[in-house]
């Protein structure tokens, strides 16, 4: 009898998951049950081919050989269809395992303006949508849960049934790089977001229709020593110098609460606590510990992205992110993983090592199995097992559907946020003014107004600014945004001269919290904008559509104060130039 039968007990969807996860759990081999334990990158071609430029094995070896069947698609996708064509494919291979295990795909967030990739992929075909900090600036439950649910429905067209977000890190310390995938600075309002937002993907309990959520990370990435990310060697510490370990942990519980299926610690180590100073998802303390035992989390522990293997991504090496125990050798970071208690590795393709951890004795089956039922019983209980496949004929009908992308920029126009509006200058009412633009697509500001090339001839300057940073070197390392959030002192001089010239709006996208001490007095108005088209910008400054924003984080006066503050204490930089919720509306009236 072939294993594929319906008549075998884990094919047949009519008993309780719990016996369909025994059943198929009694028959796998201990490689089978390590390939379960591994989730790497995979980037959308045909399957029997590696991808060098990331280096990674084709998915043919990887579901073929190394019996692997969690994947993280990477990449922006412009065409659905093909993207649902693959993940048939990918399915299709899986289905000639011995037992026949489906895939789970997962992704990075890929409805926003964020292009990184190890943090999330732009729109492409999906609708498009603010930075989570443009829905924090909006501060609706109601509309993140809107917005999950679209991106439930774009998901499911496509096969992608994990979500690595939310991303509820506080931003408490902000020069930190991931701010801008966060809710902001505070813990309660990203509680409130966070229980949205899992509603949105999962539903009231997990399902067939459901996209799992993985929230990240694990007890809160902010308070990073001067800002610096974990991604990287020189920011491996998270310290505490304001004692408030335990505010980064709330929106953490809330998302529990709100029935999070599976947690990512993050590669941090916490310096000067209680907990040992090795990175979280090393940490028995931090993983068995507070997550599970304290604070009740029964679901999947996923680490975070290579925390066992050196590697190079586009060009650049590197090391594994084992702080703490670098000196380990692969086997013993393994080891030292599973005796934490996370069930997955993410980022990693090395399901050899569990296989001779466990001929060595030094980690016993029992403890893989007990890993092994949480990944099943998700694959059941997704409906993976009845239908793995998708209609790819029909994923382009509703991924980018007319509906969702309206919602989409709605969210956009609502998001901008209005910190200053000298005499009311905004909106700008008069018909077809002489428009000065800088960071704003000439074609786009045509339809509202004149183009000119020369701001004296101008009646109003339009200029759009990403916050300021300092650039790092290497291909992947140059993708985040750090160091200082001051303006250059020539840039600053410059646009000072250009407001003199004319009356200056300018727009700064907050990936960070901006030091905009230097042109607050001298711009006719200034804006905040969290990920939003040139076409939403410009519908908000001619009054087409309402800003209704409020700031998601203090913005600090100076980067002395960012430097004093406390890096795990929010709210902390001496005299901020705005608070947290600050935002202007538009005067009423004709």
């Known amino acids: 009898m072939s294993e594929h039968e319906p008549a075998l007990p884990y094919r047949d969807a009519s008993l309780p998951v719990e016996d369909r996860v025994e059943d198929l759990l009694g028959r796998m081999t201990?490689?089978?049950?390590?390939?379960?334990?591994?989730?790497?990158?995979?980037?959308?071609?045909?399957?029997?081919?590696?991808?060098?430029?990331?280096?990674?094995?084709?998915?043919?070896?990887?579901?073929?050989?190394?019996?692997?069947?969690?994947?993280?698609?990477?990449?922006?996708?412009?065409?659905?269809?093909?993207?649902?064509?693959?993940?048939?494919?990918?399915?299709?291979?899986?289905?000639?395992?011995?037992?026949?295990?489906?895939?789970?795909?997962?992704?990075?967030?890929?409805?926003?303006?964020?292009?990184?990739?190890?943090?999330?992929?732009?729109?492409?075909?999906?609708?498009?949508?603010?930075?989570?900090?443009?829905?924090?600036?909006?501060?609706?439950?109601?509309?993140?849960?809107?917005?999950?649910?679209?991106?439930?429905?774009?998901y499911l067209a496509v096969g992608i049934r994990l979500a690595l977000h939310p991303q509820v890190d506080l931003a408490t310390e902000p020069r930190w790089s991931r701010i801008g995938g966060t809710f902001g600075e505070d813990a309660e309002l990203s509680a409130e977001l966070v229980a949205g937002y899992i509603r949105g993907f999962q539903g009231a309990e997990l399902g067939p229709q459901s996209v799992s959520t993985m929230t990240k990370h694990f007890p809160g990435g902010g308070p990073q020593l001067d800002g610096e990310d974990p991604h990287f060697a020189y920011g491996r510490e998270q310290v505490y110098p304001g004692d408030n370990f335990d505010y980064h942990l709330i929106p953490f519980r809330a998302a529990i609460a709100a029935g999070a299926a599976q947690m990512m610690p993050y590669y941090g180590m916490?310096?000067?606590?209680?907990?040992?100073?090795?990175?979280?998802?090393?940490?028995?303390?931090?993983?068995?510990?507070?997550?599970?035992?304290?604070?009740?989390?029964?679901?999947?522990?996923?680490?975070?992205?290579?925390?066992?293997?050196?590697?190079?991504?586009?060009?650049?090496?590197?090391?594994?992110?084992?702080?703490?125990?670098?000196?380990?050798?692969?086997?013993?970071?393994?080891?030292?993983?599973?005796?934490?208690?996370?069930?997955?590795?993410?980022?990693?393709?090395?399901?050899?090592?569990?296989?001779?951890?466990?001929?060595?004795?030094?980690?016993?089956?029992?403890?893989?199995?007990?890993?092994?039922?949480?990944?099943?019983?998700?694959?059941?209980?997704?409906?993976?097992?009845?239908?793995?496949?998708?209609?790819?004929?029909?994923?382009?009908?509703?991924?980018?559907?007319?509906?969702?992308?309206?919602?989409?920029?709605?969210?956009?126009?609502?998001?901008?946020?209005?910190?200053?509006?000298?005499e009311e200058t905004l909106p700008v009412r008069s018909p077809r003014p002489r428009l000065y633009v800088e960071g704003v697509d000439p074609e786009v500001a045509a339809a509202y107004g004149e183009v000119v090339a020369d701001p004296a001839s101008a009646d109003v300057a339009l200029v759009r600014m990403q916050t300021p940073y300092e650039p790092r070197p290497g291909g992947f390392e140059a993708m985040f945004h750090a160091g200082s959030l001051d303006i250059p002192a020539d840039e600053v001089e410059r646009l000072r001269a250009l407001a003199l010239a004319v009356p200056t709006v300018l727009d700064m996208h907050l990936d960070r919290p901006a030091i905009l001490t230097g042109v607050v007095d001298a711009v006719a108005a200034l804006v905040a904008s969290f990920g939003g088209s040139d076409a939403a910008f410009l519908d908000v400054v001619f009054g087409q559509a309402l800003p209704e924003g409020r700031l998601p984080f203090d913005l600090p006066r100076s980067m002395a104060a960012v430097e004093a503050s406390r890096s795990d204490v929010p709210y902390d930089t001496e005299d901020p130039l705005f608070r947290f919720g600050h935002g202007l509306t538009y005067p009423s009236g004709p």
């Not at 943090?119 to 849960?145: C, N």
């Not at 931090?286 to 604070?295: A, D, K, P, Q």
Request: charged fraction near 20%; glycine fraction near 10%; hydrophobic fraction near 45%.
């Open 30 to 154: 201990v490689a089978e049950k390590a390939g379960m334990l591994f989730q790497t990158m995979i980037a959308p071609g045909p399957i029997d081919e590696a991808n060098p430029h990331m280096g990674l094995a084709s998915g043919e070896h990887m579901i073929g050989e190394q019996l692997m069947s969690h994947f993280n698609v990477l990449g922006t996708a412009p065409d659905t269809t093909a993207l649902a064509e693959w993940t048939n494919a990918l399915q299709e291979r899986a289905s000639r395992t011995r037992l026949g295990i489906p895939v789970t795909l997962s992704t990075d967030p890929r409805n926003h303006f964020t292009d990184n990739v190890g943090t999330a992929a732009r729109a492409g075909a999906f609708s498009q949508w603010p930075e989570t900090l443009g829905l924090a600036a909006i501060g609706s439950a109601d509309l993140v849960e809107a917005f999950a649910d679209t991106v439930r429905q774009e």
């Open 270 to 422: 916490p310096v000067g606590t209680e907990h040992e100073e090795v990175a979280f998802a090393f940490n028995h303390g931090i993983i068995t510990g507070l997550l599970c035992e304290e604070l009740g989390f029964a679901g999947i522990v996923c680490t975070d992205w290579g925390l066992v293997t050196d590697t190079s991504i586009m060009g650049q090496d590197m090391p594994a992110r084992a702080w703490g125990l670098e000196h380990l050798d692969e086997l013993s970071r393994v080891e030292r993983i599973l005796q934490a208690g996370c069930d997955q590795f993410g980022g990693e393709a090395r399901p050899e090592l569990v296989v001779e951890l466990v001929e060595q004795g030094r980690i016993t089956e029992d403890r893989i199995d007990a890993s092994v039922r949480r990944l099943l019983r998700e694959k059941f209980v997704l409906g993976l097992f009845e239908q793995p496949y998708v209609d790819a004929g029909a994923a382009s009908g509703i991924v980018g559907r007319a509906d969702f992308v309206a919602a989409g920029e709605a969210a956009q126009r609502h998001a901008f946020t209005v910190l200053t509006n000298v």
